[in-house]
């Protein structure tokens, strides 16, 4: 078993910045594609950004693109979403999550993932 625990979200203004964390224990000896996931009420969870393990990979959802990061640290076994010029819409949960697979791959689909992080709110004010 893999746990997952995110951390860093909270209130912002729009145009803001705000760095998600999300910290892996238990199992982690194998190789994990990471990924972070956001949901707002009544709607599916959505795909936001992928690394692979290797951290060589990743890709990013069309709406985020040029304004959010991801990286990690396979030492610390944390993965980072560094979420820049925030805006309104970015508002929702975010959940980081881990999927086994090849240390190359990135991984997009939600249904794809083993372990899910508890989320962390991220809301941004207009």
């Known amino acids: 078993q893999v746990q997952l625990v995110e951390s860093g979200g909270g209130l912002v203004q729009a145009g803001g910045s705000l760095r998600l964390s999300c910290a892996a224990s238990g199992r982690t000896g194998s190789s994990y594609a990471r990924g972070w996931f956001r949901q707002t009420p009544g709607k599916e969870r959505e795909f936001v950004a992928a690394i692979s393990w290797s951290g060589g990979r990743t890709s990013y959802a069309d709406s985020v693109k040029g304004r959010f990061t991801i990286s990690s640290d396979n030492a610390k076994k944390t993965v980072y979403l560094q979420m820049n010029t925030l805006k309104p819409e970015d508002t929702a949960v975010y959940y980081c999550?881990?999927?086994?697979?090849?240390?190359?791959?990135?991984?997009?689909?939600?249904?794809?993932?083993?372990?899910w992080g508890q989320g962390t709110q991220v809301t941004i004010s207009s």
């Open positions: 999550a881990a999927a086994r697979t090849v240390d190359w791959r990135v991984v997009t689909t939600s249904s794809e993932y083993d372990y």
